[in-house]
Nanobody, 123 residues
Framework: QVRLVESGGGSVQAGGSLRLSCVGS????????MGWFRQAPGKEREGVAT???????TYADSVKGRFTISRDAAKNTLYLQMDSLKPEDTAMYYC?????????????????WGHGTQVTVSS
């Protein structure tokens, strides 16, 4: 069982930045696929970014060039640096992890999840 705890959400104005953190209860670097999802009210949960075991990353088209996923192995922590935030980025953001299988959003959906952290961007 892997426990994930997100933090770093908050309220910012458009154009601002936030950095989300996700602390894992076990060592996940190089053994787990990690990712961030978000869910806005009335919408389905969507993938934002993934970080594979080999360090490769993928991003949703809507956040490319603005968001950066990274990890600190020594701290068992996954990050999501969010810059140039837009009101449409407003959502609950979730961290996910999965040990086996290809690193993609479909597989991550059946992995471990945190409880989320709220991000609100005002115009």
């Amino acid at each position: 069982q892997v426990r994930l705890v997100e933090s770093g959400g908050g309220s910012v104005q458009a154009g601002g930045s936030l950095r989300l953190s996700c602390v894992g209860s076990v060592y996940t670097a190089s053994t787990y696929c990690m990712g961030w999802f978000r869910q806005a009210p009335g919408k389905e949960r969507e993938g934002v970014a993934t970080l594979a075991r080999d360090g490769s990353t993928t991003y949703a088209d809507s956040v490319k060039g603005r968001f950066t996923i990274s990890r600190d192995a020594a701290k068992n922590t996954l990050y999501l640096q969010m810059d140039s935030l837009k009101p449409e980025d407003t959502a609950m953001y979730y961290c996910a992890a999965r040990r086996f299988g290809s690193c993609n959003w479909a597989n991550l959906r059946s992995g471990y999840w945190g409880h989320g952290t709220q991000v609100t961007v005002s115009s």
